[in-house]
């Protein structure tokens, strides 16, 4: 079933004249480009958004795998803090910053000749809470994979038997997501976020979050990593604290993508 879906996916993408894939170095984007770019060969471009939101790592490492596996990809920049809806950071911050992106890619691809923006929203995609894919509707933005029917799982496994690297990349999103609903967004704010993260990256963890609340910085891992974690407590309190945070928890509920968004899914929107 999985390898019907691939040629589904290849037909859908012959069917384009030539597409803009917005490209961010995770596995879905990856492989959607990795596809197109053996469908459409040099009528398929990606492109990736350098935002302050992203972390640095994850922009270069997005980067080197496309020069690893040969495939085209331009850079441009978005600035989130020019737009006070976005730094608000209401449960519609991904609609304002998806919006503004599907602006900069569509201005992007109409400059360059190429005639569909698509991106890698999966089957998955469809059950969390996310406004950003609303916005990608609204301005015209396709999702072949989600056409198709491809979950997260079928494009691991698919990238895989490709030989993408980052076949197990785990998910990432943006920097924004580690802070709660209605707690206005700083510089300074995202810098101790993603340094807080670099520290536990540098200790071997890769699936993990710190939300950030205040002066407490929450941090979660999957649970079967709590063990790994507590063994090095006073390295990760002694670095989050210089970091900047009075606090440092564990969440006993683990890692779990998207865990702001479950207060939205309790009281609703």
């Not at 492109?47 to 922009?59: H, K």
């Not at 190429?114 to 609204?138: F, H, I, K, M, S």
């Not at 536990?200 to 939300?211: A, I, K, N, T, W």
Request: contains cysteine; proline residues 5%; charged residues 25%.
């Amino acid at each position: 079933m999985t390898h019907g879906k691939l040629e589904l996916l290849r037909q859908r993408l012959s069917q384009m004249e030539s597409i803009l894939v917005a490209y961010s170095g995770g596995v879905d984007s990856t492989f959607l480009l990795k596809v197109a770019h053996e469908v459409l060969g040099r009528r398929a471009m990606g492109v990736l958004v350098s935002s302050p939101l992203i972390p640095g790592y994850e922009q270069e490492e997005a980067l080197e795998i496309a020069r690893a596996l040969g495939l085209p990809v331009d850079v441009i920049a978005a600035d989130a803090f020019d737009d006070t809806r976005v730094l608000e950071n209401s449960p519609e911050r991904c609609y304002f910053c998806k919006a503004n992106i599907c602006r900069l890619l569509k201005a992007y691809a109409h400059d360059h000749g190429l005639g569909t923006v698509v991106d890698g929203t999966n089957a998955d995609d469809r059950g969390d809470y996310r406004p950003g894919q609303r916005a990608a509707r609204e301005c015209g933005m396709q999702s072949p994979l989600l056409e198709v029917g491809l979950t997260k799982a079928e494009i691991r496994s698919l990238a895989r038997q490709m030989g993408l690297p980052n076949w197990d990349k785990p998910s990432a999103a943006c920097l924004a997501s580690r802070v709660p609903y209605g707690t206005p967004i700083t510089p300074e704010m995202l810098t101790r976020i993603a340094r807080a993260e670099q520290i536990l990256r540098d200790l071997g963890f890769q699936e993990l979050r710190v939300r950030h609340h205040g002066q407490v910085a929450r941090i979660e891992v999957p649970v079967e990593h709590f063990e790994q974690l507590l063994e090095r407590r006073e390295e990760i309190v002694s670095g989050l604290k210089a970091a900047g945070y009075a606090y440092v928890t564990l969440d006993l509920l683990g890692f779990r993508s998207g865990s702001m968004n479950e207060v939205i899914a309790a009281n609703g929107p």
